[in-house]
């Protein structure tokens, strides 16, 4: 029976993850292997280096039980010299109370005696007897014959009743033993007073006398530790030296030495499982961490293979959705190698390929040079109805040349849309155009309105007072002049309307005062005509840099508005003020008229057609400010509406950058 694809692919997996499988189980097998051996070595290396360190403990058990015994030496024999240069035992209750006193100073002692010549003795705890039995005086008869401190092992101590240590030394005065005064220490707690010389917990140590005799600790006795000492002492192996002598017996680890006085040794003994309890417990551990990490690596594999599935699904899923994507697309996509074969040509592209080759053998080469270029390239191959967008992008490999893939897009609509586009562009600048220009001649008429005004009235004056034979020379010269200037004036309006659009206007210096008198000059029939009372509040030095036109042009408007609005007002009063506050020239024109609506204040300088007037176009303030903002890189704004109104022109005293 054949199998699938599918079922060969799962069949393929499943002996992979087996040999996962078998591999892992070898590979713990030889790591726990590895790990037993090293937990092996490691224990012995514990107990080498417990050895090693036995031996330290021995010669600082030697150096402390040395200097435990000379100091108890030491204290003895100071109060022998005490008890030798004093009249101390002339009294019997002295000779106790010196006696516990010594045993308090020096606790370590059990017991404190006194013996004298004729065998009296006397005891720290208040005891007085002869002794009788010259057998267990040898220990006596060693101080007479050596007149030097000892130390002997009692047998059985009469009044504490067990086996002891004696520390004697003599006591001798005018040359001549009088006694002899004694440290007794249980035999049994030799090795508990030596203990409490620090040395470590689970270490023990035990003494052997010359007479291997052996004291040692009581909770080690039941152990049983004791007659394996003594089977270490019995043994060939035992030699009394210098030297350290290390014994391993009954899972003891035992490390004897001569402790250098009195011919005794000393001996430091620890259990071994003491010792390696330690590595056990790690054993044990690692044992413990071995078996989770082998069930980490099965749960970790179980995991593993779950999503493999579970994302070799989802990329099966993806590859799908791509190669109907590939197929479906409206971009034609081709993909050849570098031998020129085609290895990958969806349906668009196999249309578009077909259009292009069909239409002439011109677009049938420039189809077969694009592809021929190993370099992004983006070309436009036009047919009878058609242009087509094909884009290439080299693909290469470890530097190495390995094909092109083509991209195939009909932008036959976007090169539609952009030409309607264009048309549509090229009529609203059209129309954008006659609107400015329709701006234009309405602020020329605008701008004109007042000077032409101005010519009128000076000619009808000038014909009336000829008409009544009242026109003398210098009225004459006087009017002709203001006709003159209101000439200047329009002349400059039409200079600065025909280069509106232009960069041409010159940048000078100029005197603001005597520029905004010149805007008060052309307005000065209206002036008086409505007796309006008008104030400067201008310094005399106020200079800027920047196009003076531009700004009698702005401010002629301003004060043009001001007037119209006082001519119905009771109060026709109006001030014109200039200052400099941060490199910027402030104009502020005030008046008392009626005042501006809160509703159309917020759109004076957005809207053309807005007037604040019963008649005229409203284009005055707009245009002055589209002035002021493009041309002299200045702004046009009301400060108060009413009761005054003020209006404010901001520009900068040295004009940074020509207005555009």
């Known amino acids: 029976m054949k199998k699938t694809a599918s079922e060969i692919v799962n069949a393929l997996i499943n002996r992979l993850t087996t040999k996962n499988y078998v591999l892992i189980f070898f590979l713990t097998l030889i790591f726990s292997c590895l790990f037993a051996y090293s937990m092996n070595t490691i224990k012995r290396e514990v107990v080498r280096l417990t050895e090693g360190n036995q031996e330290r403990i021995i010669h600082e058990t030697k150096s402390k039980v040395f200097n435990w015994v000379k100091f108890a030496m030491r204290n003895l024999e100071g109060s022998s010299t005490f008890i030798s240069k004093s009249n101390l035992f002339e009294k019997e209750e002295n000779i106790f109370l010196y006696l516990e006193e010594i045993r308090h100073k020096f606790d370590d002692f059990d017991l404190v005696q006194f013996m004298t010549k004729d065998k009296m003795m006397f005891a720290s705890n208040g005891e007085k007897y002869r002794v009788l039995d010259e057998n267990r005086l040898q220990w006596y008869v060693d101080i007479e014959k050596n007149l030097e401190t000892n130390i002997n092992v009692v047998n059985f ?191 668009k592209a196999t249309q578009y390929m077909d259009n292009i080759n069909n239409f002439s053998e011109k677009a049938h080469n420039k ?45 036959t609509e976007d090169i539609e849309l952009k030409r309607a586009k264009k048309e549509h562009e090229y009529i609203l600048r059209h129309q954008e155009k006659m609107i400015e220009i329709g701006e234009l001649i309405v602020g020329i008429n605008h701008q004109l309105k007042q000077p032409i005004n101005g010519l009128s009235i000076l000619m009808s004056n000038i014909m009336q007072q000829h008409e009544n034979n009242s026109l003398n020379d210098e009225t004459f010269t006087t009017n002709m ?66 196009i003076d036109n531009v700004i009698e042009q702005i401010i002629l408007v301003l004060v043009q508005n001001a007037i119209d609005e006082n001519i119905h007002s009771k109060n026709k009063n109006m001030t014109i003020k200039a200052v400099e506050e941060s490199g910027k020239i402030i104009v502020k024109i005030i008046d008392y008229g009626k005042g501006l609506d809160d509703k159309i204040a917020n759109k004076l300088f957005k809207n053309p057609i807005k007037t604040t007037k019963k008649s005229g176009t409203g284009f005055g303030l707009y245009f002055a400010n589209r002035l002021a903002c493009k041309k002299v890189n200045g702004i046009v704004k009301v400060e108060n509406y009413k009761n005054p109104t003020i209006f404010v022109f901001e520009f900068e005293k040295i004009l940074s950058k020509k207005a555009e």
């Not at 309890?277 to 082998?294: A, E, H, N, R, Y």
Request: aromatic share 8%.
């Open 367 to 411: 189809m077969e040079q694009i592809l021929k270029r190993k370099q992004d390239t983006t070309g436009i191959i036009k047919t009878a109805k058609n242009f087509f967008r094909i884009n290439t992008y080299p693909l290469y490999l470890n530097q190495n040349f390995e094909g092109i893939v083509v991209f195939i897009r009909d932008i």
């Open 481 to 546: 002049r203001l006709c003159q200037k209101n000439l200047v004036v329009m002349n400059n309006i039409i200079d600065l309307y025909r280069n509106y659009y232009k960069n041409s206007l010159d940048v000078v210096d100029f005197n603001v005062k005597e520029c905004i008198n010149n805007v008060i000059d052309i307005l000065d029939t209206k002036i008086k005509r409505n007796n309006i009372l008008l104030t400067l509040e201008i310094d005399n030095d106020l200079k800027a840099t920047s």
């Open 157 to 347: 101590h009469c009044i504490l009743r067990e086996k002891t240590m004696n520390i004697c030394t003599p006591v001798i005065k005018n040359g001549e033993l009088i006694g002899s005064l004694c440290g007794v220490v249980k035999a049994s707690n030799v090795i508990e007073k030596i203990r409490r010389l620090s040395l470590p917990e689970n270490i023990y140590i035990f003494i052997i006398t010359e007479h291997e005799e052996i004291f040692i600790n009581r909770s080690m006795v039941k152990t049983g530790l004791r007659e394996q000492i003594q089977q270490i002492i019995s043994s060939e192996q035992y030699i009394k030296s210098e030297d350290i002598s290390q014994y391993d017996i009954h899972e003891q680890l035992i490390t004897i030495s001569k402790l250098g006085i009195f011919d005794w040794n000393v001996g430091v003994g620890i259990q071994k499982h003491d010792v390696t309890q330690s590595t056990d417990i790690m054993f044990l551990q690692g044992i413990f961490m071995l078996i989770i990490f082998i069930v980490l690596v099965i749960v970790a594999s179980v995991i593993h293979e779950f999503f493999y599935n579970k994302l070799n699904k989802k990329y099966k899923r993806v590859q799908t959705l791509i190669d109907m994507w590939i197929k479906d697309s409206s971009d034609g996509l081709m993909i050849i190698e570098r031998n020129n074969e085609v290895t990958l040509c969806n349906t």
